[in-house]
């Protein structure tokens, strides 16, 4: 609505105990940020919230520019990967509050990206997924479809929730 309006300044999101911004100047999203991330990675990441709180204010400008592509194709970026989510097997997603650990014996075979090695280097069988994403400015897309991968391979297995005891 906002782009189609032509509108100018900042749009603050609020979810998930996090907040992030989105800036536009006449209608082009121009610089996003939420966390450490920034730019399109930034506006991923907060697509991924499901509630959420927004408030715009008119006029409010920065001079950043993390966001250099077409509205229309960044928009319609966003709406595949909000099908992406839809198609995602939701009996399969852990919860990004879940905590895995590297198995000992793992068997499987399979080939990593280097964004995915990152990842599977941050499993350490205390940092919960959302921690790992947020820490490796990962959107939590992403996050999930390696972790999907990771746990297929037989690479990693969920740490049980109840109480955590480290030595």
């Known amino acids: 609505f906002l782009c189609k309006q032509n509108s100018s300044g900042r749009l603050l999101i609020k979810g998930e105990g996090s907040r992030g911004e989105v800036f536009l100047l006449e209608g082009k999203i121009t610089h996003a ?3 450490c991330c920034f730019g399109v990675k930034a506006l991923f990441s907060m697509l991924s919230w499901k509630e959420a709180e927004y408030s715009f204010t008119q006029g409010a400008f920065t001079d950043k520019t993390t966001i250099n592509m077409d509205t229309t194709q960044l928009l319609g970026l966003m709406k595949q990967r909000m099908h992406k989510w839809e198609l995602i097997d939701r009996g399969k997603l852990p919860s990004l509050r879940s905590i895995f650990h ?4 793992a068997s499987g075979v399979i080939r990593l990206t280097k964004e995915e090695w990152k990842i599977l280097a941050k499993i350490d069988g205390r940092r919960t997924l959302i921690e790992i994403a947020n820490e490796l400015c990962v959107a939590p897309l ?10 297929e391979a037989g690479l990693i297995g969920e740490v049980p929730s109840g109480p955590k005891t480290f030595p």
Do not use: G, M, N, T
Request: net charge negative.
């Open 33 to 35: 940020f939420f966390d």
């Open 102 to 105: 590297l198995l000992p014996q």
């Open 142 to 151: 992403d996050l999930s479809e390696a972790i999907l991968r990771f746990l």
